[in-house]
């Protein structure tokens, strides 16, 4: 069992960044690989990035290559999204989710947090 408590989200202007944290709780948090999702009104969820439980494979959306960085600490069970030059298209609600297997569809995750709000101006 994994229980996942995103944090970091807020508003931010276009072209600034924001560090988005995931904690979580469970004793096989290096088995899992980690994801972060989107959620914008009125679109389905989409991935944004995930990372292997070693951290050695990391896959990224094309739509935030570059811009986006994933990272994980096993020795504190968080897991990072670091966002810079945001742009108003990113504006969503951002979920981080666990995984025995990469993948980025979100039906192969089995824990997910509660997400966190993520609004950048133009």
């Known amino acids: 069992q994994v229980t996942l408590v995103e944090s970091g989200g807020g508003l931010v202007q276009a072209g600034g960044s924001l560090r988005l944290s995931c904690a979580a709780s469970g004793r096989t948090f290096s088995m899992y690989v980690m994801g972060w999702f989107r959620q914008a009104p009125g679109k389905e969820r989409e991935f944004v990035a995930a990372v292997t439980g070693s951290g050695a494979y990391i896959y990224y959306a094309d739509s935030v290559k570059g811009r986006f960085t994933i990272s994980r600490d096993n020795a504190k069970k968080i897991v990072y999204l670091q966002m810079n030059s945001l742009k108003p298209e990113d504006t969503a609600v951002y979920y981080c989710?666990?995984?025995?297997?990469?993948?980025?569809?979100?039906?192969?995750?089995?824990?997910w947090g509660q997400g966190t709000q993520v609004t950048v101006s133009s």
């Open positions: 989710a666990a995984a025995a297997h990469y993948s980025s569809t979100p039906r192969n995750y089995n824990y």
